[in-house]
């Protein structure tokens, strides 16, 4: 087995929703977990699975770095051989279970996250609801973590661009777990979750034209709503497609491929989990080679 392996990386803005008009922000939950806060441990309510937030430390500057643990407790696969058929079932203690990590970096002054890509381990939409549960215990009153993907400067500059008018949308999404909540904010993100509940779906796939089928010589647009409407969307809900056309005959703008990304530099192992001072390293140099680029967006969106 190879002693160091590469991680995918995505960049994550951070507000807190609480019905106020002046919310609290992530970093001050963080700022209130002492010591004996950790682990912070969320049970989801629906698949049962456990998930910590572990190591959880201020750095010099500032920013913080932890780590998203999910515990796996129930289907463990076998091990075995590959050289026979062989095989035999994992032997656990009745406490323990399979471990899966996420590390990751805040910025406080940024509200951004920094955080290592693991498919088998945390997804975002988890680490939001996790986040949320930490939120409302630590303020005290219900509040909601939104953790919003970072586009690339040209797909802000084209969604900003007043000029450019939305012909056609495409969403296709999951029903959070939260949708009631999220049921009641914004017009359009609010709209299509109430009828999602209404309807009793767990799912939904809209495709939504301004152009009559087979008409293509009509030049009609959709609400210009739908430019900051369908990005803020995706920023809550587990889309698995959200896309925008400008122009039906160019390329849209994909909300879920448009974010910036990046790899780390070969990261040291210990076990089959990344060292931790490396993979932090890591991080913090793909952080630096995005920052120009995430400054300019935060920048351009008015969140810096």
């Avoid at 709503?225 to 497609?241: E, L, S």
């Amino acid at each position: 087995m190879s002693d160091t392996k590469t991680y995918q990386v995505s960049f994550y803005t951070t507000n807190v929703l609480d019905g106020t008009e002046q919310p609290p922000t992530l970093g001050e939950a963080f700022s209130q977990l002492v010591e004996g806060d950790l682990p912070y441990e969320f049970v989801h309510p629906v698949d049962g699975l456990v998930y910590q937030l572990r190591e959880l430390e201020q750095m010099p500057g500032g920013r913080y770095r932890g780590v998203v643990a999910k515990f796996r407790y129930s289907d463990i696969p076998n091990i075995g051989d590959r050289s026979t058929t062989e095989e035999r079932p994992i032997d656990l203690e009745d406490q323990e279970g399979l471990i899966e990590k996420n590390f990751f970096l805040f910025d406080p002054a940024l509200n951004l996250m920094t955080y290592q890509i693991n498919g088998n381990g945390c997804n975002i939409n988890r680490v939001a609801e996790i986040f949320d549960a930490l939120a409302t215990g630590k303020f005290g009153h219900l509040a909601n973590v939104n953790l919003s993907p970072v586009l690339r400067p040209d797909a802000i500059e084209r969604i900003l661009n007043g000029d450019m008018r939305v012909r056609k949308l495409e969403v296709g999404f999951s029903k959070p777990t939260n949708a009631a909540t999220w049921a009641s904010q914004e017009q359009f993100s609010g709209e299509l979750l109430h009828l999602l509940n209404a309807l009793g779906g767990a799912s939904m796939n809209i495709t939504v034209s301004a152009n009559p089928a087979g008409r293509s010589a009509v030049r009609s647009f959709l609400s210009d709503f739908v430019k900051t409407g369908v990005a803020h969307f995706a920023q809550q809900a587990p889309v698995r497609v959200s896309r925008l056309w400008f122009d039906e005959a160019s390329d849209p703008i994909d909300l879920i491929e448009d974010r910036i990304k990046g790899t780390t530099r070969p990261v040291e192992l210990n076990g089959r989990y990344p060292e931790p001072e490396s993979i932090f390293s890591a991080l913090d140099q793909v952080w630096k080679k995005y920052e120009d680029d995430i400054r300019q967006v935060l920048s351009e969106s008015g969140l810096e």
